[in-house]
């Protein structure tokens, strides 16, 4: 598990992200008065749970790359990928159930944006303080570091990356077979297949656990009847 940065401790976090957690977070973003960085920000955390993707990726994000279509929230990223010297760009769609629950504070940020006047470019756009006024600059983005230092307001035992790991352990959960590393290596758009199956062998040792506890129980309450 990688390390909680900007703590003096250091600590290493041994666990992904809990439902019950991630809930609490969002409770915390629901308390700020303003309404634009409140919805910006419950948006931003929805979709590091839903998609796991880099906070400069998210970043990067314009509002335009946002369709919604058959039932589903498309969102398409732009990865950069480093090649002998030069950076390539390639694009990702991402599809999310318009059912979740989360796409929903996703929806109502971007109805928030398409209303202003003029339509900032960027999901995330940059915000200036001018004499007590946030002033919301439709031509630029914040970078991956802000991204960053927003999700670390909330909360200090969770960062961005964190969201990618727990994103490859749900996968993992559904299917710890050596499918699931390429299951996780295509979710997380992962150059190098190795990496999948380093968070294979990370959270499928947690699979086992638990089914080898519930195997246990079975086999208990299978002996009890039997006595």
């Known amino acids: 598990m990688t390390n909680i940065r900007g703590s003096k401790l250091r600590t290493e976090r041994k666990t992904v992200i809990s439902d019950n957690e991630f809930n609490q977070i969002l409770t915390v973003a629901q308390q700020i008065k303003d309404r634009f960085f409140q919805l910006r920000v419950m948006a931003l955390l929805c979709l590091l749970r839903l998609t796991g993707k880099r906070r400069t990726e998210i970043a990067r ?19 950069l990928k480093k090649r002998k010297g030069s950076v390539l760009t390639k694009q990702a769609t991402k599809s999310i159930p318009l059912s979740d629950p989360l796409t929903q504070h996703i929806l109502t940020y971007l109805e928030y944006l398409n209303d202003l006047k003029p339509k900032p470019k960027y999901f995330l756009p940059c915000v200036r303080s001018v004499f007590g006024y946030n002033i919301i600059l439709a031509d630029a983005h914040i970078s991956g570091r802000q991204v960053f230092n927003l999700v670390r307001d909330l909360t200090k035992s969770v960062w961005p990356h964190l969201f990618r790991e727990t994103v490859a352990s749900d996968v993992i959960k559904k299917d710890s077979t050596i499918i699931g590393a390429f299951r996780v290596m295509r979710r997380l758009d992962l150059e190098d297949f190795r990496t999948g199956f380093n968070y294979l062998r990370r959270f499928a040792a947690d699979v086992i656990e638990r089914e080898e506890k519930a195997t246990a129980k079975v086999d208990v309450i299978r002996r009890v009847g039997e006595g």
């Open 61 to 79: 994000l314009e509002v335009d790359d946002f369709k919604v279509s058959n039932g589903f929230l498309n969102v398409t990223f732009t990865l």
